[in-house]
């Protein structure tokens, strides 16, 4: 359905609009580019659980998930595919430190993450030899989350069961928190360049 005069796509994503003024010759007077957001359905199942309670100690972090929507597989050298990041807040509303930029337990973007892919999801896991993997992306802004991204996964929709993943090395806030809203970012990507 139109918003504003805009129908969005109907997967969620970033992309690219541009929008151009045109004279009454549809010579272009004024031209310009912008990045729009449009947020994927909800989530079937979104469980964020973790092994320790204590502040600022190395925990497991268990994610589990299930999607009504079909994503493509997470390659990025095909010209669609699927970027998963575990987005873990840096700061709450008012400024006060939850999780550390690095999580705690890596130093760098790019690192990998310990992760583990519960078995019984085997169907999400890509091809022997291309196993799960998850690699941090370090919050370089104050204030933006730090991310797990999980790499290596097939395509897949709401007909399979949950994707449950284990996440190792992340460091609890080091104070009390009443709730620690951890989100899951599920982006479908189309790269023309490729």
Known sequence: ?????????????????????LDSGNSIIESTSFYHRVRPQKLRTFV??????????????????QVDSTYPRASADTST???????FPTLDSLGNRLFLDDLGGYTKSGEL??????PYTSP?????????????????????PAQVEIL?????????????VRMV???NPATSVVSVPISIRID???DASN
């Open 188 to 190: 479908h990507v189309v």
């Open 124 to 144: 999400y896991i890509d091809s022997p030899g291309n196993d799960l993997r998850c690699r941090l992306v370090k919050s370089e802004v104050a204030g933006e």
């Open 113 to 118: 993450v310990g992760c583990y892919m519960y």
């Open 152 to 164: 290596n996964f097939r395509a897949f929709s709401g007909s399979q069961y949950r994707m449950k």
């Open 81 to 87: 595919y699927t970027r998963m990041l575990v987005e």
């Open 48 to 65: 964020v659980s973790s092994a320790v309670n204590d502040y600022g100690v190395e925990n497991m972090y268990t994610i589990e998930l």
């Open 1 to 21: 359905m139109p918003e504003n005069g805009v129908k969005h796509p109907a997967q969620g994503g970033e992309y690219v609009g541009i929008l151009s003024f």
């Open 169 to 171: 090395r992340i460091y």
